[in-house]
């Protein structure tokens, strides 16, 4: 599945956003203008871009309907303890799977994710 989604945010068409204010530029008519331009090469348009393509994706070849995607947390690894914590939160979370709230299965949704998750160090 990664190599067919590959490129997809160099695929997406994006719209200008004024770096200042975080607004749309519109034309004189204010209406949103589309942007053609070389895709941005941040990694949060890296990952909206992949997400998208994980959408169609999974809507082309399930027949689920409803897919939420959650957020992305973008995070600055300061030293290596950090990058430890990390790195053993990725590599438990999937012993995590059976209490976790987002999996349908579960029916006790008790558990709830803390601040001091790894992850948000």
């Known amino acids: 599945m990664i190599h067919e989604l590959s490129g997809t945010s160099d ?3 994006s719209t200008p956003v004024d770096p200042l204010t ?8 204010h209406s949103p ?3 053609f331009l070389s895709p941005s090469r941040t990694i949060g348009s890296i990952v909206r871009g992949f997400k998208i393509g994980v959408t169609r994706w ?7 309907s409803g897919v939420r995607q959650r957020n992305y947390y973008e995070h600055i690894v300061h030293d290596e303890q ?3 914590r990390i790195r053993q939160y990725i590599a438990d979370n999937p012993l995590r799977w059976a209490n976790d ?3 349908p ?3 006790d ?6 601040p001091d998750d790894p992850w948000r160090i």
Do not use: G, M
């Not at 949704?109 to 803390?114: H, N, S, Y």
């Open 11 to 13: 695929r997406l068409v």
């Open 105 to 107: 299965t579960v029916t």
């Open 101 to 103: 709230p987002e999996n």
């Open 82 to 84: 950090s990058l430890t």
């Open 22 to 29: 975080a607004e749309q530029v519109r034309t004189n008519d």
């Open 58 to 64: 999974f809507r082309q070849h399930t027949d689920i």
């Open 109 to 114: 949704k008790a558990w709830q994710r803390t």
């Open 33 to 35: 203008l589309p942007s």
